[in-house]
């Protein structure tokens, strides 16, 4: 069986250009076809080098995870440690299906044609088989994930909360937040942002007042005694959002919160109450926001 190397390489540019671009929609990135590209091509000449046998690293597991690490950093470009392996997974995920889907379709076709060295599936299959096989697990992935997301519920996106807090007790409305991976950077405790507006009954006004200034270091409008009994209670929480890449919330720690849902009620001790000093929402559906691992 004769294999053209430019074969492999187009094969492989086009399903790597289809998984990439499949993962950055699911993710909702802003996609860039240049980065798309460039990262596509990259993973092609590596399958091009694996297909040779030219050099014996090219096989090891460690490589190839620091390739698909590169690809997706091109790709699109992720600015915190946690985002990059958020979008690694579902890269991953999403090569899996696209590598079932894409195989299955080429086997039923020319079963005869598949042939494997180094890990990379080959044949004499035409061009057009594996164009193909790439629609059709884009469309299945797409679909998959368009299920889904349409299970989620109102019901499953919010969940009553009551926060205890210098003694004071304050319930409100939190919505489950998956992109919500906010933790106090020295601790790595959790955080759960909260309306700052909720917490007047438990935080002193001069400080909620203040917000503002306090991140700015400026002390000077908080009188002697509170500044003496919260300067060692509040914590700078670093945190990114769209169109705010370096931002800053003051944070305090709750006594406690209890998380209710459905089924029961439980108890978290260790939770730093982020203070936002504005509104989550127009309409007030929740006022607080909370990651989806403490729920």
């Avoid at 909360?161 to 992109?179: C, F, H, S, V, Y």
Wanted: proline share 3%; net charge positive; hydrophobic share 50%.
């Amino acid at each position: 069986m004769t294999i053209y190397i430019d074969v492999v390489l187009i094969e492989n540019l086009i399903m790597n250009f289809i998984i990439l671009l499949a993962t950055g929609l699911i993710l909702k990135e802003k996609i860039k076809n240049v980065r798309l590209l460039l990262a596509s091509f990259l993973g092609a000449i590596y399958s091009v080098v694996s297909y040779l046998s030219i050099l014996e690293i090219y096989a090891s597991i460690l490589f190839k995870i620091i390739l698909s690490i590169v690809m997706v950093y091109i790709a699109f470009n992720p600015q915190t440690i946690q985002k990059m392996w958020k979008d690694i997974l579902l890269f991953y995920l999403t090569s899996f299906v696209f590598g079932g889907a894409a195989f299955a379709l080429i086997y039923i076709v020319k079963p005869q044609d598949i042939l494997m060295k180094n890990g990379l599936f080959l044949g004499t299959y035409p061009l057009k088989t594996i164009i193909l096989g790439a629609i059709v697990a884009f469309i299945i992935i797409m679909t998959a994930f368009t299920l889904v997301k349409s299970k989620i519920t109102k019901k499953d996106m919010f969940c009553e909360i009551q926060i205890q807090l210098n003694g004071e007790k304050i319930d409100t409305t939190a919505m489950i937040d998956t992109g919500n991976l906010l933790k106090e950077p020295i601790t790595n405790t959790p955080v759960i942002v909260v309306e700052h507006t909720l917490l007047y009954d438990c935080i002193p006004k001069e400080i909620l007042n203040h917000l503002d200034d306090l991140l700015g270091g400026d002390f000077d409008n908080i009188p002697k005694e509170i500044k003496e009994k919260y300067i060692t209670k509040l914590k700078f929480i670093p945190f990114s959002s769209l169109g705010k890449q370096n931002g800053m919330l003051l944070g305090i720690k709750a006594d406690h919160v209890k998380i209710k849902n459905t089924e029961n009620v439980e108890k978290k001790e260790n939770i730093i109450i982020g203070i936002y000093n504005k509104s989550l929402t127009k309409r007030g559906e929740y006022r607080a926001l909370m990651g989806i691992d403490l729920e």
